[in-house]
C-alpha cells in the first residue's frame, strides 16, 4: 500500500474528530488523509502517532493509505490503513524553502481562493466544474480576530483579513488558536498581535481548507463553507527550526 511523507499544515476540529492534511515532502502537493466514513472524519485511533502524541502543526509524519478518495470539493483525499501513523521529525528551514514556500508563492499574487473571493463555494456548480484543490496555503494580511456569541451562548470564532486585494471573513477550526481565543471577551475584535503569546511584528500563515457540503437555514442548495483550518505563527515556527 501506498506510504506518503507530510509536512502537517492541518489539524482542525470537524464534527466532534479532526480533518488533517499536509504537503508531501517530496513536493507533489497536498495529501487529505480520511477515514471511511461518509465524510472522512478522523477520529483519536485513526491519526494517533507511534510516540502517543497527536500531529502537531509542521510535524513530518509518515502516513499509510489504501487507495485515492477523491470528491468533487475535495480531490486531494485519500483512505488511510489501520497502520499506525508514524512520528519522523521536524522540518529543516531548507524543507520549507523547497516545499512549503512554493505553495505560499502560488498564492502571494492571487485575490481568489479556490475560484471566488466569497466565504463558500456553491456545491451545485462544484459537480458541474469541480474544484482542482480544497487546500491552499496562505500568507494574509491586515488579520482581525472575531469572537461572538450565537444564540445558544456558544462561542464562534471568525477571522477577518486580506488576500492581494480582498477581503475575507472565514469562520476558525484550528483548536489550538480556538483555545488561544477562548478567554476572550466576545463582541471584541482583535488585531493579529493581541493574542497571548505573539508579539508586534509576527507573521502568520494560514491554511485554508474547503469544510463538506451543507445546507443553510432558509436556503434550497448546499455550500462548502471556507475555513481557517490552521493559524500559523511563522515567526515563532522559524525561530525552532533548524
Not at 480533518?19 to 477520529?43: E, Q
Not at 498581535?193 to 511584528?201: E, H, L, P, S
Request: with cysteine.
Amino acid at each position: 500500500m501506498p506510504t506518503f511523507q507530510i509536512i502537517c499544515l492541518a489539524n482542525s476540529i470537524k464534527r466532534g474528530g479532526r480533518c488533517i492534511a499536509g504537503l508531501k515532502t517530496d513536493g507533489s502537493g497536498w495529501l487529505r488523509p480520511v477515514s471511511r466514513k461518509d465524510d472522512g472524519t478522523l477520529d483519536l485511533p485513526d491519526y494517533i502517532l507511534d510516540n502517543y502524541q497527536e500531529p502537531q502543526l509542521f510535524d513530518i509524519i509518515e502516513i499509510e493509505c489504501t487507495h485515492p478518495s477523491p470528491e468533487i470539493h475535495q480531490p486531494e483525499n485519500w483512505v488511510i490503513s489501520q497502520k499506525r501513523w508514524k512520528f519522523v521529525g521536524r522540518p529543516t528551514r531548507q524543507m520549507l524553502r523547497d516545499v512549503v514556500n512554493p505553495e505560499i508563492q502560488r498564492n502571494v499574487l492571487s485575490s481568489e481562493l479556490f475560484g471566488n473571493h466569497s466565504d463558500r463555494v456553491d456545491y451545485e456548480l462544484m459537480q458541474q466544474n469541480p474544484v482542482q484543490k480544497s487546500l491552499a496555503f496562505i500568507k494574509p494580511t491586515r488579520i482581525i480576530w472575531n469572537i461572538k456569541e450565537d444564540a445558544e451562548g456558544r462561542k464562534k470564532y471568525r477571522v477577518e483579513f486580506y488576500l492581494h486585494n480582498s477581503r475575507y471573513n472565514l469562520s476558525v477550526t484550528d483548536p489550538n488558536w480556538r483555545a488561544a481565543l477562548e478567554n476572550l471577551p466576545h463582541g471584541s475584535n482583535y488585531a493579529a498581535n493581541n493574542v497571548a503569546q505573539t508579539n508586534q511584528g509576527d507573521i502568520f500563515l494560514f491554511t485554508v481548507s474547503l469544510g463538506e457540503p451543507f445546507q443553510p437555514n432558509r436556503q434550497n442548495k448546499s455550500f462548502c463553507y471556507k475555513l481557517v483550518a490552521a493559524v500559523i505563527n511563522a515567526t515563532q515556527l522559524v525561530n525552532q527550526l533548524k
